[in-house]
Structure formats: structure tokens, C-alpha cells
């Protein structure tokens, strides 16, 4: 028995070793940098993705066409009580598309990815897109100095494919729609 026992000790110290020599698998040279703000060397506006590697996107709260978008920050709807986030701050998202974002008190113009002009008032869920009207079923706000718009504004107004939430990530696709998504 006692023989027994030494066996098995010395085969557990072994998988224990084993264990610990495919754990420390370091050899220095970390795959990203880091800063305050998050994963370093993909800056927007987006551009082609094919050549870059993906980052850590849990780093983002927001990805368009699979990158993330620095600084942009998500938010529930404060008068709907959600399980699930309904914002997307504006400045940092339609900047990354390349639009500029022009703030004048409570209104707020942009022009959307095919250049037309958006207008609405902070507070509102009427947009006003190159001389129409489009009305999102959830109101922008502000929070912090940050505002807020629907999800469904990147969609409905600003001219986006698709917009979804999944795994704690808004995804914004411009103008292409992942083989894998449906």
C-alpha cells in the first residue's frame, strides 16, 4: 500500500508540474500595446480590417466592422427600465464613421455615411434627415456631458447596415453584414 501511495503522489507531482509548465507559456512579447483608453494601433475612422489583427474587444462597449471604437461608451434608456443597454454615445461613434459631430445648446447636426444632413434636439426621438422625419421609438439624452441616441439611430437615420447588442457589445456594421450572422 505504502509503495501505492508513493506512486500516486509522485504521478500527481508530475501532472502538477506538467500543469504548470503549460500555464507560464510567456515569452515576453505581448500581441498588444495598451494605454489608458484601451487596445493601441487601430484608430478610426474604420478602414479595411482583412490586414489587421483583431484586438481584445472587450477593451470596447462598441465595435463597428470589427473594430473597436475608443472611448465610446454605452447606456440604458433612464426613463425604460431594460435589461439591456439602448444607447450608444454619439460623438465617438459618428466620429469613428467619419462624420462631424456640430453641438449648439440642445441641437445637434451631423451628416449620415451617405451626406446627408441629420438634425434633432437633445431629449427628442424625432431626427430630422435631408428634409424629412424619421421617429425612433426611444428618446437621445444626455448623461455626464455625454449624448446618447438609440441604437436604432446608427440604423434608421444615420444609414448603417446593421446594429445589434450581443455579449455586452453594441456591433455596427456599415455596410457589410457578417457570413456568420444569419
Known sequence: MTTFKK?????????LALTLVACNNDNGDDEYDYDE??????????GDISDMEIPDWSLYPVIIDGVGVPGATIAFDPYVED???THVSLINV???MGASVEVNGDEVALESLTGDPITFTVGGNHFRLNGGGVEL???TFLEGGTIYVPMDFFRDVFGA??????GGHVYIYIDSVPDDMY
Not at 40 to 45: K, Q, S
Not at 161 to 166: H, L
Open 137 to 139: 421609438n426611444q428618446s
Open 7 to 15: 506512486l500516486a503522489l509522485l504521478l500527481l507531482a508530475l501532472l
Open 161 to 166: 447596415e446593421v446594429v445589434f447588442f450581443s
Open 83 to 85: 435589461i439591456f443597454p
Open 37 to 46: 483608453d484601451g487596445y493601441v494601433g487601430i484608430e478610426p475612422p474604420i
Open 94 to 96: 459618428a466620429e469613428a
